[in-house]
């Protein structure tokens, strides 16, 4: 886990999924369900990592909140995000949590760029 001082510092990833096909609760679930992660109205649990989610089906946007443990995202975070469509449509935005539990905003990307910039970059720093 990361710390700033004695404070663990948190990520938020925020999908703006407009036309995606995952982006609806149901096949989100179902989904989830078919990779056996533990699934409740608010976390997301798969290979000892927590995500707590929210999703704004007004605007079809998910939020996913978690420890973010050696700046990487958790596997199943990953693999939801290679499994979207829509490259150019969707945006994805990744935040920090500050000292005051204030969000700061590290990349705000289309789906194509952040697959390019963020995850392939990870990729590398992992192995």
Not at 36 to 60: K, P
Not at 86 to 112: P, R
């Amino acid at each position: 886990m990361v710390f700033k001082g004695d404070k663990m510092v948190n990520a938020v990833v925020a999908m703006d999924l407009k036309d995606e096909p995952l982006a609806k609760i149901e096949n989100f679930q179902k989904w989830l369900k078919q990779r056996n992660v533990t699934l409740t109205d608010e976390h997301i649990t798969h290979n000892g990592y927590t995500i707590e989610y929210i999703y704004y089906e007004q605007v079809n946007i998910y939020l996913f909140k978690f420890d973010n443990v050696d700046d990487f995202f958790p596997p199943i975070l990953v693999d939801y995000i290679n499994h979207l469509s829509n490259l150019e449509g969707t945006q994805i935005s990744v935040a920090e949590e500050g000292e005051f539990e204030e969000y700061h905003t590290l990349v705000d990307m289309t789906l194509k760029d952040f697959r390019k910039h963020v995850l392939s970059e990870s990729d590398d720093e992992s192995k």
